[in-house]
């Protein structure tokens, strides 16, 4: 049991200790996108890495809770709590329906298949200028709990962390339960899961409703802490950049996810200095850490430092 | 010795500040879709700090410039502006190349306090007024109001409206439709086209069968409008064709060819910089614009880069005036900023005015014999 929650305890010190270290708000500010990140890409882990699906449009569930939670308190006077619930619903629903086709198909054109929803979502939030602002997005209300405006970086340093450290704990509990076990038997072999009686498709979809929420809260989270929105956050890109998160921190490594998360966060501002090579230095690291490290850092690391499975 | 102790610290003190570089922030587009704009805009910026720096500085301090490029991502835009305001400790900013960008940054600089000037179009970026925001550059607004006062004088009172889908033709077409009945012109036809579209033919076959049009307005940017030009022409519609903003560059006659003959756009001053009279009150301004930037970076303006030029300027303008980077007194400057001329026109900034350029400061330019001149 100890255990089991080991990493989760180390989690939670860093969390705690990391404030009184840090020298100015700017480090806060990405300390705050890390853990956002960290959060998502867990979700998303869950799906590539557990349960062995893609989805290459994950970014638009961000966008449909990012602009659930800019646009319903903006234009209709939405509490924003209520907003950011309508979102999480909204995403979650969009998933519900499109899963079962989308889960029809296997690798690429599954990989196709989410790549188109996530370009619909973007394409409409780019459209509907009216209410979205189109192309250049649109500001948000601060988000308010009980009167209260939570408008100060620190507020939202300690709500993201609550955020993270539940969805860690969540994210352990859940792939050692039935379900989880069920999850990692669909991705070794779906028609094994299916002989000793695992529902295949019932429980695809539970868990890409699952990470889309994931992924739609945490949208609402950066929409209401950056205070804008733009068509940008559920672009083809950010996929692709969460995705790679997954990657390089390992696929079904829970703390793969947020070492990936963060590393992958902090990296553009590292090389922001370089001037024009950053993305070649980018792509670089990239390479060698998929040459290097296939199965993602964490489980690398894990099994080359006493082997242990987390 | 305990003053002499005081003096000593003091003169080490204010050795140390006098060497300190003013801090200059900026975030722009160099790479992604809006590298057309950031790239020049970027270019303008390091070479007038280099130029600065080597007449002595501001204030006897030297400047430094901290850059970073979001890509064309408006979301990277917001976390470099906390960057620049919280780490880097920026003294003001220029840039925010997109409107998209510049409003990602405009809540962080509210809340901050730095004086902030954007290089984005949209009106949105200084309607309505925030304290810290400025842009001396033009916006869409003025390019609608422009043509339309021309529009007016030559009696046309029936247009046919064509904007792009992206960003620009959109916001333009937003502004055109709030302003249009003020010159008492109505809108009979009312088309859009993609940006990336090859051919106009339809929209166009359209607007010529609706009755009563009198001329066309195309609200586009880069190559749409040279081809909406060429769709124009081989129709064989014989309407006047006006252009908003975007297409005053030699590259929009070289792309429409012959069919560009008698077409009207907007530019500001710079695009003929040399076709202006010497009584021009901008031809100083703009030929040294010229002269530098084609010297070091051997490529022709373009009107972005003349924006940075003026917006950077505006604000060390400022910092002379009020004799310190103190914020406040900054921000109070630029505010109190009378007969700027720059390469875009004359900007006066009051307090509810944070743009200070009227539609005067557009030039309505014709094709004629194959060269941009200014109409009469």
Redesign the interface.
Known sequence: MIRRYLGLYVVAVIIAVLPFLIP????L??AI?MGINAVIVLGLNLLIGFAGQISMGHAGFIGIGAFASAVLPTHFGWHPFVALVAGAVLAGSLAALVARPIFRLKGHYLAMATLGLGIIVNIVLR?E?KYTG??????VPPFTLFGFAIDSDKHWYWIVSVILMVSVWASINLMNSPFGRALRGLHGSEVAAQVVGVNVTRYKVAIFVMSAVFASLMGSVTAHY???V?P??ADF?HSIELITMVVVGGMASVFGSLVGAVLLTAL??AL?TF??W??VAFGVILILCMIFMPKGLVPTLAARFGGRRE | MTIGGIALAIGVMSSAIAADPIKVGSVLSVTGPAAFLGDPELKTLQMYVDDLNNQGGLLGRPLQLVHYDDGSDANKANAFAKRLIEDDKVDFIVGGTTTGSTMSMVPLIEKAGVPFMSLAGAVVVVEPVKKWVFKASTTDRIAAERVLTDMKKHGITKIALLSDTAGFGQSGKAQTELVVAKYGITLVANETYGPKDTDASPQLTKIRNTPGVEAIFVFGFGQGPAIVTKNIKQLGITLPVYHAHGVGSEEFIKLAGPAAEGVRALAPALMIADKLPNSDPQKPVVSAYVKAFEGRWKEHVSMFGGQAHDNFFIVVDAVKRAGTVDKEKVRDQIEATKKYIGTGGEVNMTAADHMGLDMWSLRMLEVKNGAWVEAQ
């Open positions: 100015n708000g700017f480090y500010d990405l996108r459209n200028a189109g192309p250049d997005g649109m500001p950056v205070g804008f733009s940008s956050l890109g553009p501002q922001a001037e024009g950053e993305t």
